[in-house]
Nanobody, 124 residues
Framework: QVQLVETGGGLVQPGGSLTLSCEAS????????MSWFRQAPGKEREFVSG????????AYRDSVKGRFTLSRASNKTTVYLQMNSLKPEDTAVYYC?????????????????WGKGTLVAVSS
């Protein structure tokens, strides 16, 4: 069945960089819209970045614009989130999510498939 597997999380210093990957099986990101969400301790799960399967054009929440870059591999089975200039407030578990909608899933409600998450910790 459908699986989303995130990799690339870890501990990084403020100002550092990490790249997260999400590999899909049972679907492709050419047929399902996707987003990255994150959840920090004691906070709600929030949208980070996402793209519609129709065009693959990324969107970002304001707090990560200019720092994060979302991309889709040519085979459309993998997406990447390049994170630069990381801040302590970026610390969270990051989840890959897929939704069977035309637009970008910016809320958790339309998400049908979730990865297990990967921890990003930004600390000195």
């Amino acid at each position: 069945q459908v699986q989303l597997v995130e990799t690339g999380g870890g501990l990084v210093q403020p100002g550092g960089s990490l790249t997260l990957s999400c590999e899909a099986s049972g679907l492709t990101f050419g047929g399902a819209s996707m987003s990255w969400f994150r959840q920090a301790p004691g906070k709600e799960r929030e949208f980070v970045s996402g793209m519609s399967y129709l065009d693959g054009v990324p969107a970002y929440r304001d707090s990560v614009k200019g720092r994060f870059t979302l991309s889709r591999a040519s085979n459309k089975t993998t997406v990447y989130l390049q994170m630069n200039s990381l801040k302590p407030e970026d610390t969270a578990v990051y989840y890959c999510a897929a939704a069977q909608i035309y637009g970008i899933p910016t809320r958790v409600d339309p998400v049908r498939f979730w990865g297990k998450g990967t921890l990003v910790a930004v600390s000195s």
